[in-house]
């Protein structure tokens, strides 16, 4: 049984940063794609993915103060966000992208940006 699992989140101020952390169980990090996803109050945005190779992609609105990174060993992603801002506050998921593009979607951890 495939279990993701995010953790991470919290109420952060404007400019800080954070590093939400995924803890995959069920598959394996060699063979799977893996994205986060950020919800606000629209639609579930792709921000970020990882490829079993390493490559990584990012969505514009994600360059420059996103970075995704795994440890395959420990079977962990991670998001760090850097200078964050207002507008990154929503619920982030961690997802592998077939069951993303499937619609199956864990619990996901809140973000929130204030001061």
């Known amino acids: 049984q495939v279990q993701l699992v995010e953790s991470g989140g919290g109420l952060v101020q404007p400019g800080g940063s954070l590093r939400l952390s995924c803890s995959a169980s069920?598959?394996?990090?060699?063979?799977?794609?893996m994205v986060w996803y950020r919800q606000t109050s629209g639609a579930r945005e792709l921000l970020a993915g990882i490829?079993?190779?390493?490559?990584?992609i990012y969505a514009d609105s994600a360059k420059g103060r996103f970075t995704i990174s795994s440890d395959k060993t420990n079977d962990m992603v991670y998001l760090d966000i850097n200078t964050l801002k207002s507008e990154d506050t929503g619920v982030y998921y961690c997802?592998?992208?077939?069951?993303?593009?499937?619609?199956?979607w864990g619990q996901g951890t809140q973000v929130t940006v204030s001061s």
């Open positions: 997802n592998t992208l077939d069951r993303a593009r499937l619609g199956v």
């Open positions: 490829v079993p190779d390493g490559n990584t």
């Open positions: 069920g598959i394996s990090l060699y063979t799977n794609t």
